[in-house]
């Protein structure tokens, strides 16, 4: 099966999910992931329409985006790794949506980046629903001050939440202590579930779902 097909199949899964419970197919946007895998792999999804990507790094995004963008209008780019404070200028430059604010020192880089740019990219805040020290995002218990902070503070313009559930734990928690908590904030996005669980997530509330494998096909990670 080729990718455009799974991508035919991953839009309608969408579809049959967000019909199931009453909500319209369209307000769930699909995040294709196309991490590791080089620009003539993500061309077929343009070629069928496909316009809304996902990259994980700033520097891979950087080397395969930029001639894709020239070739093909309408892209829409979203960070959903990990920002390192001294990529803030690379991804803002590079990226209309960043999934991943999760602590003070890149909301302030941010603020200070797009003033400088004049670009304005949509900003998530990660939250690390199951406090894992390993794992990016903001502690659920911090995260209405940290929305607070970035929004008092460092005047940033939130659109929504994103998480990445413990893969060793049920999804359905963490999505609806993400929707809760972005209910008391009064955010409308939410960007949660991915290959094995994006039903699920729109079920309970996604506004945003990442697929990555489920469309590109299995990842072949380099050694390191």
């Known amino acids: 099966m080729s990718s ?5 199949d991953a839009k309608a899964a969408i579809r049959r999910a ?3 419970c009453d909500r319209d197919p369209e307000s769930v946007t ?4 196309t991490k590791t895998f080089p620009a003539e792999d993500v061309v077929p999804l343009l070629e069928a329409g496909h316009r809304v990507f996902g990259e994980n790094r700033v520097q891979e ?3 395969k985006w930029p001639g894709l963008r020239a070739r093909y209008p309408g892209i829409e780019l979203h960070l959903i790794g990990p920002l390192q404070s001294n990529k803030t200028r690379e991804a803002v430059e590079t990226f209309d ?11 302030q880089a941010l603020a200070e980046e797009m003033s400088r740019q ?19 995002g ?20 939130i659109a929504g939440l994103m998480c990445v559930p413990p893969v060793d734990e049920q999804a359905s928690p963490h999505f609806a202590l993400l929707a809760d908590i972005a209910r008391r904030n009064g955010l409308s996005e939410l960007s949660m579930g991915m290959s094995a ?16 494998s489920a469309i590109m096909g299995a990842r072949d990670y380099p050694q390191t």
Do not use: W, Y
């Open 97 to 107: 949506v960043i999934q991943s604010v999760d602590r003070e020192k890149i909301a």
């Open 4 to 8: 455009t097909d799974r991508l035919n």
């Open 18 to 20: 967000a019909e199931d």
């Open 197 to 212: 669980d994006f039903e699920l997530a729109i079920q309970l509330g996604a506004t945003c779902v990442r697929v990555g």
């Open 30 to 33: 699909l995040v294709c992931v």
């Open 61 to 63: 995004a950087m080397g």
């Open 118 to 136: 004049g670009k304005r990219p949509r900003l998530f805040i990660q939250i690390n629903t199951g406090a894992e020290p390993q794992k990016a």
């Open 138 to 157: 903001v502690l659920p218990q911090e995260a209405d001050a940290f929305i607070r902070h970035c929004r008092e503070t460092f005047g940033l313009q």
